[in-house]
Every structure is written in structure tokens, then in C-alpha cells.
């Protein structure tokens, strides 16, 4: 049997983890397939042709999928998969949104989120917001699967020519309508795959101190993070959350900026190769998994941070 | 309009997780338990649509052991109208999860079926879309803005992008995300009041639905820990660390 893999793009690039899920899969199973659905997306499935892990890629082109809705996606899924073992996609928004929904429809249990691929059906999957790892294995005949998309590489982007393959649509459903998706537009690198990840917390007061990070995020060419109370305090945007229901990130270098440290908070970065803390109270649980604490006012010490970084000339970019 | 809220019952968040030293998962004796988070949202919600007269009844569904009820004695205490319990003992996955909840809305027929986007126990994060597979009905998940119109929802989703809108048909699911709304807290006389309100018991076995894992847990083990890092004393020192030591600049 072979796996296929739900590719999630935006109608025009494939989305990085897809690559990273397209890792893990081929570590399921070497006969890896490749659905593409969306709308006007012969880019997107040319580019996942490319991609040398993938042996055939189906691409399913309609109007109705043009913006992802689940409701629409699973049925197309499901008239897909019958000569498969494992259906897999990335666990992020999308692939959470619509993986269960397929795998209700297949009578399958699934499991969400792994990190490791054991053998065929026994995976590793953190539980507990990452304060616990399980060893699990699906009975099921068939397999649904998410991927963790940091815990497994890229795949390489060239060297591969899979056949691509047309595929019918299935009927539009019609339960939900899609109105507007408000992104934000950013030059900075995703938080998601950055090398550094610089985040603020509650400790930053307001939403304008966040140019105190900015600066520092400049300088290192660094995505912006922000725990949950940060956003929810409305200081910056939900895109920039992370931890356990926000993202979850592995940067070489993490620096936590007024961030106390919940569980919660920990479960997106404390697999970060390079953690470092700054926060004024030297209890703050934020400094058990950093590798370099500094007990300071952040007000004084971000200006100081950006001044040191600037009379270095050697940063990697 | 009836909305129905399933909640969980889970290890209160503010608990540091401990693996249990035989690998059979994580301890859980005297340790203090509380509501899954968002679907303290989830009831918070559905007991606002209520109070803006745009709902007439709230039920709350909780399904595990006998102390699942607590969890159903709480929304009560803050608002919902009536409670369930389906009992079952031991693990329940989100499939089997959803096919209760699935006899559950065909028993009680609600117009909207809330809870939290995710159970902070098991992380799978799968039961609300599962079961609006099941029913073929809508789903919203990760719901932070629920706007209830004549017959039909809007709602603004959080995602990795940004925020997404949709509208959505009646009946529908909606996860909820812990920025919704802020869950009210029961004052001791409503407490009170909810040991009156009525709270139906049901066996799961008695559904006919095959509740059985299908999923094998092998070994819960701690994960790998971080080796303990240094305080540095000044900016200075921890820009040289980073850049000599870490060589991450």
C-alpha cells in the first residue's frame, strides 16, 4: 500500500511544511502520492512533482476549493483514498481543521500530531502540552495521520518528476460559505521556520513596546513571537502566538522577552536548540529551560541587546 | 434555539504533568481537576447567546467517569439549563467521543453543538470536526467571534495566517478558542441553585456504539530533558555567550 499526502497551499505556492510532511510520510511509506486540491493550482502541483520524495501527485482543480473549506475538501479526500494505507497532512490550522473530518468519514482513529515515525503503524506523539511523550500504535486499516511539521526537515524542492494526474471533483457541499481571510503581510521570515525567533509577553506592557523587539528582530533577521497573554492582551496579532493550541516553534536561537513562562507557553519552544530568558523575575519558571537567563528590566536591557548586536558586523543571516 | 456544550473533564492546567514510573501514562491521584479551558469558553458562549434572548436553552454533555459531573455541575452553575452525563469508564478516543455525541444531538436535537477547540490532555484536537463529519453538518473551528444572524452563523476563525471569516449554516459545530470570550465565574448561590437543575444519566453501553480504543497506548515516558542553562549578569555577557559560545549569532 502506499500513503497520501493532503498538500496544503494557496492555490499559487506550496505551503513549507508541506515539505516537512512530505518528509515524514516517505519515513511511512516510500510510495508516496501527493493530492493537490484547490483552484487554478497547476503551479502548486507542478512544484510538488518536483519534489523527489513524491512518486505521483493528483491534482484536483475546482472553483469550490478555492479557499480550503473542509466541508468541500473531504469528500474529494475521501473518493481518493481508497488505494491507500495512510492519509496524511501537516498539523497545523489547516491540516487540523480537516484531517478529522476525514477520518470520522473513514471510521478511522485518528493520530494527531506525531514527532517521530516508529514503524508503519507505531508513532510518537507529545501529549500533555509536550510534558509527556506516548508511544502509539494505530490498529486501524487505514491510517490518519498529522505531522508536527518541526520535527521532521524539509524535503529537497528539486530533483523530481512525478507523473501528475488529474482527478474529478466531488460535489460541492454547500454548508458554509466563505467570506474573508484577513493575513498579515510580513517581509519577515514565518515564525514557524525561522532560525531566530524573538518573542515578547505580558511583560512588554503595550502593543507599542513591541518596538523594542522589532529592532532586534531587524537586526537578526528574526520572526516575532508573543505568548498567549501578550495576544491576549491584544499587544500584537493571534498569527504571532506560541505554544501549545498556537505555534509551535524550534529555532536555533529562542530569546523570551517578559515572558513568564507558563506550561502552555513552553509546549511551542522549549525544543528550541538555544533558549535564552529575559524577564525582571529571577523566579520566573521561563528560566528552567533557558540556556542563557538574564535578570534584568527589559526596558533597559532590549536597547542594550540592540547596541551590543550592532557592534558586532558577523551576525548569520 | 437549543444549544448543546460538551465538556471534559481534565487535569487542571496549572498542574505540572508527572509521568507515571511504570510507562503507563501520567499520574493522575490527588491531583486537582478541573474543565477542559476552552470549554469553559465553549459554555460561556452558548449561556451569552442565551442571555441575549437568541437562545432558549442551554445543555451541557459531559462523557467519562462518575466525576465527569463535575464538569456538568459547573456549566450549570453558570448558566446552562440541564445536564448529561454519559458514562464510561477508562480511555475514550475523540472517534468514539463524536459517535456518543452523535446520539446525543439526535436524542436533544440542538441547533448549534459548541465546545473546545482542544483537550489540553490529549492534545488530538479532533472531536468537534469529527462529529460534524458524522452529522454532516458545518464546522467553525477555532472559533474567537460567533455571530448569530436569522439562520446562519458568522464566524471569525483563528489560523496560521491571521483570522479567517466564515458563515456558516444552522446546525452547525463550532470549536471554540480561549479567546472568545471571558468565562464568567459561578458565584456560591448559583452553585447552589445547579444541585437543582436536572442532570440525566446515561450508560454508554446502552447506546450501542463500539467505544473500544483503537489506538494502543505503549509507553508514556518523560520527554527529554533540558540540560540546566547559566544566569549571565549583563548584556554584554550574554551577546559574547551567544555569539562565542552558542554561535548562534
Given at each position: 500500500m502506499s500513503a497520501l499526502l493532503i498538500a496544503e497551499h494557496n492555490n499559487k505556492d506550496v505551503k513549507p511544511f508541506t515539505l516537512n510532511a512530505i518528509t515524514a510520510a516517505s519515513q511511512i511509506d516510500q510510495d508516496l502520492h501527493v493530492l493537490v486540491i484547490g483552484h487554478s493550482c497547476e503551479t502548486v502541483a507542478k512544484s510538488v512533482s518536483e519534489v523527489p520524495n513524491v512518486k505521483k501527485v493528483i491534482h484536483v482543480d475546482d472553483e469550490i476549493y478555492k479557499n480550503f473549506l473542509p466541508e468541500n475538501f473531504a469528500p474529494v479526500v475521501i473518493k481518493n483514498s481508497e488505494n491507500y494505507s495512510h492519509i496524511v497532512c501537516s498539523a497545523n490550522t489547516f491540516g487540523k481543521n480537516l484531517m478529522p473530518r476525514v477520518a470520522a468519514l473513514l471510521d478511522t482513529s485518528q493520530v494527531s500530531d506525531i514527532i517521530k515515525v516508529t514503524s508503519t503503524d507505531t508513532f510518537l506523539r507529545p501529549i500533555y502540552a509536550g510534558n509527556a511523550f506516548a508511544t502509539v500504535k494505530s490498529t486501524d486499516a487505514k491510517k490518519c495521520i498529522t505531522i508536527r511539521p518541526t520535527s521532521f526537515d524539509p524535503a529537497p524542492t528539486s530533483g523530481g518528476s512525478a507523473e501528475i494526474v488529474k482527478a474529478e471533483k466531488s460535489e460541492a457541499s454547500n454548508l458554509t460559505k466563505f467570506i474573508k481571510r484577513e493575513e498579515v503581510k510580513s517581509d519577515r521570515p514565518e515564525l514557524g521556520t525561522a532560525r531566530v525567533v524573538i518573542s515578547g509577553g505580558r511583560g512588554m506592557g503595550s502593543g507599542d513596546n513591541f518596538k523594542l523587539i522589532t529592532a532586534i528582530a531587524d537586526k537578526l533577521n528574526a520572526a516575532i513571537g508573543a505568548s498567549r497573554a501578550a495576544v491576549d492582551a491584544g499587544y500584537i496579532t493571534n498569527d504571532h502566538q506560541v505554544g501549545q493550541t498556537g505555534k509551535v516553534v524550534v529555532p536555533d536561537l529562542y530569546i523570551a522577552v517578559g515572558i513568564s513562562g507558563a506550561i502552555q507557553h513552553l509546549a511551542g519552544m522549549k525544543e528550541s536548540k538555544i533558549i535564552v530568558a529575559i524577564n525582571k523575575d529571577g523566579e520566573a519558571p521561563i528560566f528552567s529551560v533557558a540556556d542563557y537567563g538574564l535578570e534584568a528590566d527589559l526596558f533597559e536591557a532590549l536597547p542594550q541587546f540592540l547596541e551590543e548586536l550592532n557592534k558586532l558586523n558577523t551576525i548569520q543571516k | 434555539m437549543k444549544i448543546l456544550v460538551a465538556v471534559k473533564r481534565v487535569i487542571d492546567y496549572n498542574v505540572q504533568v508527572r509521568v507515571k514510573e511504570d510507562g503507563t501514562g501520567v499520574v493522575t491521584d490527588n491531583v486537582k481537576m478541573s474543565t477542559n479551558p476552552p470549554d469553559d469558553n465553549a459554555i460561556e458562549e452558548a449561556v451569552k447567546i442565551k442571555e441575549s434572548g437568541k437562545a432558549k436553552e442551554v445543555v451541557a454533555v459531559t462523557i467519562g467517569e462518575d466525576k465527569a459531573q463535575e464538569t456538568v455541575r459547573k456549566a450549570l452553575a453558570v448558566g446552562a439549563d440541564k445536564g448529561i452525563h454519559v458514562k464510561v469508564d477508562g480511555i475514550i478516543e475523540p472517534l468514539a467521543v463524536s459517535k456518543i455525541l452523535q446520539k446525543i444531538v439526535e436524542k436533544e436535537k440542538p441547533d448549534l453543538v459548541f465546545m473546545g477547540k482542544q483537550a489540553i490532555d490529549d492534545d488530538c484536537n479532533q472531536t468537534g470536526q469529527m462529529l460534524a463529519a458524522l452529522l454532516n453538518w458545518p464546522?467553525?473551528?477555532?472559533?474567537?467571534?460567533?455571530?448569530?444572524?436569522?439562520?446562519?452563523?458568522?464566524?471569525?476563525?483563528?489560523?496560521?495566517?491571521?483570522?479567517?471569516?466564515?458563515?456558516?449554516?444552522?446546525?452547525?459545530?463550532?470549536?471554540?478558542?480561549?479567546?472568545?470570550?471571558?468565562?464568567?465565574?459561578?458565584?456560591?448561590?448559583?452553585?447552589?441553585?445547579?444541585?437543582?437543575?436536572?442532570?440525566?444519566?446515561?450508560?454508554?453501553?446502552?447506546?450501542?456504539?463500539?467505544?473500544?480504543?483503537?489506538?494502543?497506548?505503549?509507553?508514556?515516558?518523560?520527554?527529554?530533558?533540558?540540560?540546566?542553562?547559566?544566569?549571565?549578569?549583563?548584556?554584554?555577557?550574554?551577546v559574547q555567550k551567544l555569539k562565542n559560545e552558542a554561535k548562534v549569532i
Open positions: - | 464546522q467553525a473551528t477555532f472559533a474567537s467571534k460567533i455571530d448569530v444572524k436569522e439562520k446562519s452563523l458568522e464566524v471569525t476563525r483563528e489560523v496560521d495566517e491571521g483570522l479567517e471569516t466564515i458563515e456558516t449554516n444552522i446546525p452547525s459545530i463550532v470549536t471554540c478558542d480561549l479567546r472568545l470570550n471571558e468565562p464568567r465565574y459561578a458565584s456560591l448561590p448559583n452553585i447552589m441553585k445547579a444541585k437543582k437543575k436536572p442532570l440525566e444519566q446515561i450508560n454508554a453501553s446502552d447506546l450501542g456504539i463500539d467505544t473500544k480504543p483503537r489506538i494502543e497506548q505503549i509507553k508514556v515516558e518523560e520527554p527529554p530533558k533540558r540540560k540546566a542553562g547559566i544566569k549571565v549578569a549583563s548584556v554584554e555577557e550574554l
